[in-house]
């Protein structure tokens, strides 16, 4: 075989290698489309659940699942609003804990590779409260609009049950999704009672309260829960004004209270810098293994006395 022949039969292939390279892409994203067509078109009618994100860890989600920490973590979980399983959670955490106290250890001296790990772990917990009291304010923030909501619709002759699924439908997370997770429950035979419990407990603030025990009572005893409705739509926005108000004349006093213990950990880097190995001989004994918890324990207490005594219940 001579070089123009070779050089002729190369080129041939990778032109067909090209085109069929292409027909396979085109088939693909044919195929892509054609699917997400029928998935669109099968939940409008509500054959099919729309489909979620692939799950990871699967078999550790199972296992954790059967015992009390991942029932405990399945509820903060849920009251977070975060897309991540409780296997998945676990998982992160342990990779991040692994992470720390080789981190502690290496960077510092080895006595801090456990107190880093344990740093982790209640950095994880202050995670999850912090998202929880962050949906909390944002469902707060909602509860004006939903009862306005609640109140129109009852004005027009709905019945509660159905004025629960359209303020579902109508208001954005997470006042949509939690309302929605009452609405399927009210589908599936709970009472009303026991839906608006569940969702006061997941959700727990005193807003949402007066909003339950209304709602309650009115659909108990029935009576004027349109005015009752007009009213509290009132005193919630006056609270949000109120509670506004407030968190910005505390945001100062936030701050500090979280700058207090990063100036601790920032001051063990800066005596490491200064002097290298300084840390390591620190907490070579025990005396100085002693005085490190003791100051990381007084952090601990000024953080939480700063976080008490700023707190306001309006």
């Not at 439908?169 to 939690?178: D, I, W």
């Not at 701050?255 to 300084?278: E, Q």
């Amino acid at each position: 075989m001579n070089l123009d022949t070779l050089v002729t039969l190369t080129t041939g292939i990778t032109l067909l290698t090209c085109v069929l390279a292409v027909v396979g892409l085109h088939a693909y994203a044919a195929g892509r489309a054609q699917r997400a067509a029928l998935v669109d078109r099968l939940s409008a009618t509500g054959q099919i659940p729309l489909a979620g994100r692939r799950r990871r860890f699967p078999t550790l989600d199972r296992r954790l699942r059967r015992t009390r920490l991942g029932r405990n973590l399945e509820l903060r979980l849920s009251a977070t609003g975060l897309d991540v399983t409780p296997g998945e959670f676990f998982a992160y955490l342990v990779a991040a804990v692994v992470g720390l106290w080789l981190v502690g250890q290496a960077v510092l001296a080895p006595f801090f590779g456990p107190l880093a790990a344990l740093l982790g772990i209640g950095a994880a917990v202050q995670f999850l409260t912090w998202q929880r009291q962050k949906r909390i304010e944002k469902f707060i923030n909602q509860l004006p609009e939903l009862a306005r909501i609640l109140a129109n619709a009852t004005q027009a002759g709905l019945a509660l049950r159905t004025a629960i699924g359209m303020a579902a439908e109508e208001l954005e997370a997470p006042a949509g999704e939690e309302l929605g997770k009452v609405a399927d429950q009210l589908a599936l035979g709970a009472s009303m009672d026991d839906a608006l419990g569940e969702l006061a407990d997941r959700l727990p603030s005193r807003e949402l309260v007066v909003l339950v025990t209304t709602l309650v009572l009115a659909n108990r005893a029935g009576g004027q829960v349109v005015s009752a409705l007009r009213n509290l739509t009132e005193t919630l926005e006056e609270r949000k004004e109120t509670r506004r108000e407030v968190r910005t004349q505390l945001s100062q006093v936030n701050m500090t209270s979280y700058a207090v213990p990063v100036l601790g950990i920032g001051s063990l880097f800066l005596m490491n810098g200064v002097k290298d190995g300084a840390l390591e001989r620190m907490t070579g004994s025990p005396v100085g293994q002693a005085a490190v918890i003791i100051a990381f324990g007084l952090y601990a207490v000024g953080f939480v006395l700063i976080r008490r005594l700023s707190r306001i219940d309006v």
